[in-house]
């Protein structure tokens, strides 16, 4: 399980290094894609696996499945990490989720999610006075 929040600075390269704690966790490589609500997701070997389990549900026959298909991972990359323990994030990718220098690195249950960090900032601060409202809410679908 990945949890915390850390920041780091994205180099001019597009390398970004990966907090050691999760680095234990993701072995030699892992798969770096769109996320949602403009990060980006990073999957170990096991996660990536059972998304796309997840993923190979999805109807070839339906339009808006296909469509999503494409999107998560016409642009997905699989990263190794170097001696240093960064990874290299792709252009595409980087100007998707708006990264320049300055990145938040989130632990999010069963993945890592890399924020702009003013995007997370603005993300954790709207949804921070709901976090109440929200865990009603969640409880309410659950019943």
């Excluded at 290094?17 to 403009?38: L, Q, T, W």
């Excluded at 290299?88 to 993945?111: D, F, M, S, W, Y």
């Excluded at 993300?123 to 921070?128: A, L, Q």
Aim: aromatic content about 12%; hydrophobic content about 30%.
């Amino acid at each position: 399980m990945f949890f915390g929040e850390y920041q780091h600075n994205l180099d001019t390269k597009g390398r970004l290094s990966i907090p050691a704690k999760f680095r234990g966790e993701c072995g030699d490589h892992v798969y770096i894609m769109r996320g949602h609500e403009g990060c980006l997701d990073v999957y170990t070997e096991e996660g990536w696996q059972t998304y796309y389990a997840e993923l190979k549900k999805l109807s070839n026959k339906k339009k808006e499945e296909r469509a999503y298909l494409r999107m998560v991972t016409s642009r997905m990359s699989c990263s190794e990490f170097d001696k240093l323990g960064r990874i290299n994030i792709p252009q595409v990718l980087r100007t998707h989720a708006h990264l320049e220098k300055e990145c938040t690195i989130v632990g999010a249950g069963e993945h890592i999610e890399i924020w702009d960090t003013a995007k997370w900032d603005a993300f954790y601060d709207e949804y921070d006075d709901q976090f109440d409202d929200l865990s009603e809410r969640i409880s309410e679908n659950e019943e």
